[in-house]
């Protein structure tokens, strides 16, 4: 069942975008405040443990958790503009704590989770006006987004709203860009060819720019691409995350051209 629409909302900001993409930060909070949502951050919030549970370390894993658990408190909603990390808090905290002191709180925790275009299109029926110039996208939405938060349509439904924005649909757009977190690292053969297939499906739309609702699989892609640029003088399209792209062109930013 959907939620009423709320006066306040947690807000989790993920590890990725406070070191490496600010600006979707700040963009996923302003489309909440655009939308009358008080936003509440606990500046005490750390990693949510995904990292230490892919690895198979799950008391590092439950300890960096319970951190969140003591945070997020209240009954309001969580929003994370991540579906990995979304995914984490919502699918795995439960099996992370069963059985423990905590699983309680774990399943409150859980149970309030929502990634951010779930939330901007479930919950608060956001309606968009473009201002931006016409462009040309192609989505990329990750596994966890796609198969742990069942979101794979929000993200295009947004786009929709976009009277300027024409989305060019990739081949094979459901597979794997390849980094899965630690999977980057610990195989990192496979995860280059993966990321090769994906970025040649992406230049092959024609797309001017790549929006996303997951910052590690834009840092993965985004990765490829400047190499692909800088090695091969190859032509790659600009890369947003999907809060950053939609606040750009409501309100006629650089996102509005596709620009990087």
């Not at 939308?35 to 005490?44: A, M, Q, T």
């Not at 994370?80 to 709180?105: N, Q, V, W």
């Not at 939609?246 to 006629?252: K, P, Q, S």
Request: hydrophobic share 40%.
């Amino acid at each position: 069942m959907t939620m009423q629409r709320p006066e306040a909302a947690y807000f989790f900001g993920t590890c990725l975008i406070d070191l490496f993409y600010p600006d979707a930060g700040v963009s996923a909070v302003q489309l909440l405040q655009r939308e009358g949502v008080r936003v509440i951050f606990p500046p005490d919030q750390t990693c949510c443990g995904q990292p230490a549970w892919n690895s198979g370390y799950r008391d590092e894993a439950r300890k960096v958790a319970r951190t969140q658990l003591a945070l997020f408190d209240k009954p309001l909603p969580i929003v994370i503009p991540s579906g990995s990390c979304a995914g984490m808090m919502k699918t795995h905290y439960p099996a992370l704590f069963r059985g423990e002191p905590d699983e309680d709180r774990a399943l409150d925790v859980a149970g309030r989770v929502y990634e951010l275009t779930g939330f901007l299109v479930d919950v608060l029926d956001i309606r968009l006006q473009d201002l931006g110039a016409p462009v040309t996208v192609a989505v990329h939405t990750s596994c966890s987004a796609r198969r742990e938060m069942g979101v794979a349509d929000k993200i295009e439904s947004l786009l929709g709203q976009l009277a300027r924005v024409t989305v060019h649909e990739q081949a094979y757009k459901t597979e794997c860009c390849g980094f899965g977190g630690t999977f980057a690292v610990k195989e990192p053969e496979i995860s280059a060819a993966m990321v090769a297939d994906k970025t040649a499906h992406i230049r092959a739309t024609g797309a001017s720019c790549l929006v996303s609702q997951d910052c590690g699989c834009l840092m993965n892609i985004g990765g490829a691409f400047a190499f692909q640029q800088r090695e091969q003088n190859q032509p790659v399209p600009a890369i947003r995350h999907i809060a950053e792209f939609l606040w750009e062109r409501v309100n006629a930013g650089p996102a509005a051209t596709g620009e990087a």
